[in-house]
């Protein structure tokens, strides 16, 4: 299984930016799909995941401001990030899990600076 991030970027406060990942097979065969961040010296975090389902769950610190969605046409997960904010500025990384395991793209960085 191959996930391959896109659309990161430096971005001024307050702008949007939409990350991509698109994924080596069919994404129904993944039970949840999410992204996660990671920030300089800390851990990496949940940010958002999205079910077969379509149930969407979110951290408390990006509600209101980030969309997940999917299109299964195109096996591709996104990220609409609104409203961005410095403390946003991590790498991301899409995540796709199913049968117990899980796989991992190779992350895009997002910096939100003025």
């Known amino acids: 299984v191959q996930l391959v991030e896109s659309g990161g970027g430096l971005v001024q406060p307050g702008g949007s930016l939409r990350l991509s990942c698109a994924a080596s097979?069919?994404?129904?065969?993944?039970?949840?799909m999410g992204w996660y961040r990671q920030a300089p010296e800390k851990q990496r975090e949940l940010v958002a995941i999205?079910?077969?389902?379509?149930?969407?769950n979110y951290a408390d610190s990006v509600k209101g401001r980030f969309t997940i969605s999917r299109d299964n046409a195109k096996n591709t997960v996104y990220l609409q990030m609104n409203s961005l904010k410095p403390e946003d500025t991590a790498v991301y990384y899409c995540?796709?899990?199913?049968?117990?395991?899980?796989?991992w793209g190779q992350g895009t960085q997002v910096t939100v600076s003025s």
């Open positions: 995540n796709a899990a199913k049968l117990g395991s899980g796989y």
């Open positions: 097979e069919n994404i129904f065969s993944f039970n949840v």
């Open positions: 999205i079910t077969s389902g379509g149930y969407t």
